[in-house]
């Protein structure tokens, strides 16, 4: 059966990457959520998509810049603020999965200390989890830290090499752009070992699609449709 995956909450039906999206991810039947982290000024691993805050709230200025005191008092919809990654765990409280995605350099280390406490601290397990990224070189970080923890290798277009670098790096899934997705390639990643969540599918007809060509995991703003 392909898990459902809500992207950034549920982006569709609510702001991206809040409390709010995430709560309503849940409430849809999603198996797992996904959300994009950076480091803000202050240290903490804050869940936004992009590296400054001009597009998702009424503020502005890099992410990286900013302290977490300063980014709570933002509006990122709707009223609701920039949550943590702690505060998004809490929320999906072991009921549904979390795929972080590694969006800021450095942040590898950040999120394997965050997950290995809600393991050990929370209860999770950590199948509950996984760890994504565009970035080859956070992926391969986390690994040095951890040969247990799940993780996804994004990628938009190009796919040399990709596969290859997923199995050498012992990942769980590849989590290709779904127009570049067919069965060749969900074969070949199976034949490796590879799982493949397919982003960010929102009309229902590829949906369909995506679901006849036999792919494990469907990362949508409507996790509903899926």
């Known amino acids: ?111 394997h ?6 393991i050990s601290e929370k209860g999770w397990s950590r199948d509950g989890f996984i760890v994504s990224s565009f970035h080859l070189g956070e992926l391969a970080a986390i690994r040095e830290l951890s040969d247990q923890v799940r993780t996804g290798v994004l990628l938009a277009r190009d796919r040399g090499g990709i596969l290859e670098f997923a199995e050498l790096n012992k990942a769980y899934s590849i989590h290709p752009y779904f127009g570049n997705v067919d069965s060749e390639f969900i074969g070949e990643a199976r034949d490796r070992g590879l799982r493949t969540f397919v982003w960010t599918v929102n009309d229902p007809a590829d949906i369909g699609e995506m679901k006849s060509l036999g792919v494990d995991g469907i990362i949508s703003d409507y996790p509903d449709r899926i």
């Open 113 to 118: 200390e965050v997950i290995e406490g809600a």
């Open 1 to 111: 059966m392909v898990v459902k995956v809500g992207h950034r909450g549920a982006a569709g039906h609510e702001p991206e990457n809040t409390l709010r999206g995430f709560r309503r991810a849940v409430e849809l039947g999603a198996d797992m959520v996904e959300l994009d982290v950076h480091l803000c000024g202050s240290g903490e691993l804050v869940v936004i998509h992009d590296d400054t805050v001009d597009r998702t709230t009424n503020g502005t200025g890099a992410v990286s810049e900013l302290t977490f005191e300063e980014l709570s008092r933002l509006d990122a919809g709707l009223g609701e603020r920039i949550p943590t990654l702690d505060e998004v765990i809490d929320v999906a409280d072991r009921e549904i999965g979390v795929n972080v995605e590694l969006k800021g350099l450095g942040t590898a280390g950040p999120v």
